[in-house]
């Protein structure tokens, strides 16, 4: 069976990331790391596609995006990282697939839960036991955020702009939401909808996009479905 195409909608945010495959690591050293924020800018011009929020880890990336241009993410995505491996490849003597298949994408309401996002995807080292403080880490968009860097891979969603008149306003309202903690249940719902590929958001947001896209949008309950009694022996 042909698989579906995934949830996107123009103008609506989407968390997104990608593995390597067996968990293997995608960046050996800051050249790799270098060269792929190169990559995805230039895919990101190309194709449209504004990047809100990243982090770079050993072995996965995250990314908040967004596109006016219905499939331009997928488009972006597929040609960011085909380019990527062939580098990758070729620089380190390797041959063969990196990514660990597809990417998974979560469509991202922007009123009540982009926030959420923006901030999981940048406490992603802390959680790791990879630094104290997120901007301790060296890439992440966290440090553009905080005021501390200007990033041109970066367009700072209207949400983030929302925070505050000016960017030290700005930056200081989303330091004190970086420093509060995040919740099991929030953590949880962000890995929940993006492993099933669904929409986080409210039920209106829900019933918007599903309308849209006359597609199911609402995450699957964990374990087998249950049996009517009808259906039992």
């Known amino acids: 069976m042909p698989r579906q195409p995934r949830l996107e909608l123009p103008g609506v945010p989407m968390h997104v990331t990608q593995r390597g495959v067996n968990r293997c690591a995608i960046f050996l050293d800051d050249t790799d790391r270098h060269h792929y924020r190169r990559l995805l800018r230039a895919a990101c011009h190309v194709y449209d596609v504004r990047v809100h929020a990243f982090v770079l880890m050993d072995n996965h990336v995250h990314l908040l995006v967004s596109s006016c241009v219905a499939g331009a993410v997928s488009k972006m995505m597929r040609g960011a990282g085909q380019a990527y491996v062939q580098a990758f490849n070729a620089r380190h003597g390797r041959c063969g697939t990196l990514w660990q298949g597809r990417f998974k994408s979560c469509l991202v309401d922007s009123e ?122």
């Open 112 to 233: 009540r839960y982009l926030l959420t996002v923006l901030r999981y995807i940048e406490l992603n080292p802390v959680r790791a036991a990879m630094v104290a403080l997120p901007e301790d880490y060296r890439w992440s968009s966290v440090h553009t955020h905080l005021g501390m860097a200007n990033d041109p891979l970066l367009t700072p969603h209207p949400v983030y702009m929302g925070l505050g008149d000016d960017p030290d306003s700005r930056a200081a309202v989303y330091r004190s939401w970086l420093r509060s903690a995040m919740d099991d249940e929030a953590l949880a719902s962000v890995r929940r909808h993006l492993a099933q590929e669904r929409v986080l958001g409210d039920l209106r947001f829900q019933a918007m996009v599903e309308k849209a896209l006359n597609r199911p949008v609402i995450c699957r309950p964990r374990g087998r479905p249950a049996i009517a009694k009808n259906q039992m022996g």
